[in-house]
């Protein structure tokens, strides 16, 4: 017991000055630590777990999968997509846009 308490001392002389002298992550290492790290925080939003998880992070980190998933709209939110878009294809702005948002989502 005496002599790895003696050893303690030494061993940490040692490895200290080597941690200490790790180089810094590169821009890429950085980046590609940020990707993980949003990666799984959406694979654990969507409850995944074993080979799909892994599946949907390989995807996610290799940037077929968006970082948020599509979710299915609402009828409502249909219609305020499709309005928008005739809108903007129409390239109505202030009040003009206004009126026809609003017959549109009426009828």
Known sequence: ????????????AL?????????????????????????NADAG?????????????????AGKASAAPEKELTPQQAKMKSCNADAGAKS???????AFMSTCLKG
């Open 92 to 98: 109505l702005k202030g009040a003009e846009r206004k």
């Open 15 to 39: 490895i200290l000055p080597a941690a200490a002298q790790a180089p810094a992550p590169s821009a890429a290492q950085t980046a590609q630590r940020e990707r993980m790290k949003i990666c």
């Open 1 to 12: 017991m005496r002599a790895s308490l003696l050893l303690f001392p030494i061993l940490a």
């Open 45 to 61: 939003t969507q409850k995944l777990a074993g080979d799909a998880r892994k599946s949907f992070i390989a995807e996610c980190l």
